[in-house]
């Protein structure tokens, strides 16, 4: 029951980001003075239609997509030449047309995530402790010496009192820091040298230190190498082969280094109040190409953290500019194969998704909606030939070749004689 009513609530989520996307090209065509001959939401045979002002508003049968009809804009069709259709109208006019749908998803998006600020976040309660979870090999923090463990105290002379602040503080995107530590006691300073950024994502957003995400375990797999071991649902580890883990993080570098034919790991958890010791062996998983024992991680207790409307604004930026730039980090990760295709989720696998986010309540619903919101507009934009971005190409395309004939002929006009023209 709880699946098929996912799907539903999928579908209608789903639903209202195509009919924002569908919104924004028909606003912009009848701002443009381009005849609409349909605004459709759904396709297939109408369940419901009205016209209005020489537009005919519908609800398909199949309620996943939508689109707008202009007049003229099918080549196809029989064109009458009038002045209110598509292909008669400026060039600047039809970009705009085809822009405003993914505009309009990007804004709305923006929208939601102020509203998801002002609302309430739920944030980890690890996040109120600015101890290092782990550090990334070749990073900056680790070519500075910063080890899992260490508390930041302050950076660039400004002090830390959680993950919200050191993330803050990278968010400058200086060439270099100074970081101030508390290390078994001792203060020490270091200066993080940041490397020359020349991708969109940056390797390193905080120096190469990572959130200390406690080693909790949500859950077992069955038939994994934890289960076997008897590792359980609630178990922390806290030290693999005698050395202390603060973090996932740490936990998942460690398995991941594991060679097959090596010794089994030795892993302590706190279970309760007592300590306990497992030894198992990691398995190399054909598919996630890495080795697993087969647990998950739980995040812990979390807080509701509210911003006031003008706080709220930066916030909403950030995380829409991390949404943005996301989906180029996926792209470049099939590129390079390190993630394959079929672990990517497409229209089938984001509608129940979208349908269990609305079950978690307001705040899951709004980051999610936001999230494909954004990247349904990221992908129209890209120069296809199915997608907006594909008609803007186009445009631009024939502008040019505009401009040169133009251009051509001018020069023509100006160099041959009279008689030749």
């Given at each position: ?33 381009i ?15 009205r ?24 080549p ?13 109208r400026?060039i ?11 505009a ?15 609302y ?23 070519i ?17 009192k ?20 508390l ?22 957003p905080?120096g ?5 995400l ?17 590792i ?5 580890v ?31 958890v ?9 030894s198992?062996?990691p ?28 706080a ?28 394959p ?17 609305v079950?978690?309540?307001v ?17 129209n ?35 041959l ?5």
């Open positions: 029951m709880t699946s098929i009513l996912s799907i539903v609530l999928g579908l209608l989520v789903l639903g209202v980001l195509v009919f924002i996307h569908e919104l924004g090209h028909f606003l912009a065509a009848k701002w443009c003075g005849k609409v001959l349909a605004f459709s939401i759904g396709f297939g045979n109408p369940l419901f239609k016209s209005y002002k020489g537009t005919e508003y519908r609800i398909g049968t199949i309620p996943f997509g939508g689109y707008v009809k202009m007049a003229g804009e099918n196809d069709e029989t064109r009458q030449g009038e002045p209110d259709e598509f292909p008669s400026p600047w006019q039809r970009a705009l047309v085809a822009f405003a749908g993914p309009a998803n990007f804004v709305t998006a923006i929208l939601m995530l102020w509203v998801l600020f002002i309430g976040v739920e944030r980890p309660l690890y996040y109120e402790n600015p101890t290092v979870g782990a550090v990334m090999d070749s990073s900056a923090a680790r500075a010496g910063i080890e899992a463990g260490d508390s930041i105290i302050s950076i660039d002379g400004k002090q830390i959680s993950w919200e602040d050191i993330d803050a503080a990278f968010a400058l995107q200086q060439n270099s820091h100074k970081v101030e530590y290390r078994n006691g001792q203060k020490n300073t270091v200066t993080l040298e940041m490397p020359k950024q020349e991708k969109l994502i940056p390797e390193f905080t190469g230190m990572l959130k200390p406690p080693a909790n375990v949500a859950e077992v797999v069955t038939n994994s190498p934890a289960q076997e071991a008897g359980q649902k609630g178990d922390k806290i030290s693999i082969n005698g050395k202390r883990i603060f973090s996932w993080f740490e936990l998942v570098t460690i398995v991941g280094e594991y060679k097959q034919g090596e010794e089994p790991l030795q892993v302590n706190m279970r309760g109040d007592s300590i306990m010791t497992f198992l062996k398995q190399f998983n054909q598919e996630t190409k890495r080795n697993q024992i087969g647990i998950r991680v739980d995040e812990g207790e979390v807080r509701l953290v509210r911003y006031s409307p003008v709220a604004v930066p916030k909403c930026l950030d995380k829409a500019w991390e949404y943005t730039t996301m989906i180029f980090d996926v792209i470049g990760k099939l590129v390079s194969r390190e993630v295709a079929s672990q990517l989720s497409g229209p089938i696998g984001i509608i129940p998704a979208s349908g269990f986010m079950l978690q309540g705040s899951p619903i709004l980051n999610f909606m936001a999230l494909i919101g954004i990247q349904l507009a990221v992908l934009l890209m120069p296809l030939v199915i997608t907006d971005g594909g008609i803007l190409f186009f445009l631009f395309l024939k502008e040019r070749i505009v401009s040169l004939h133009r251009l051509l002929q001018a020069a023509s006009d100006s160099i004689p009279a008689e030749y023209q």
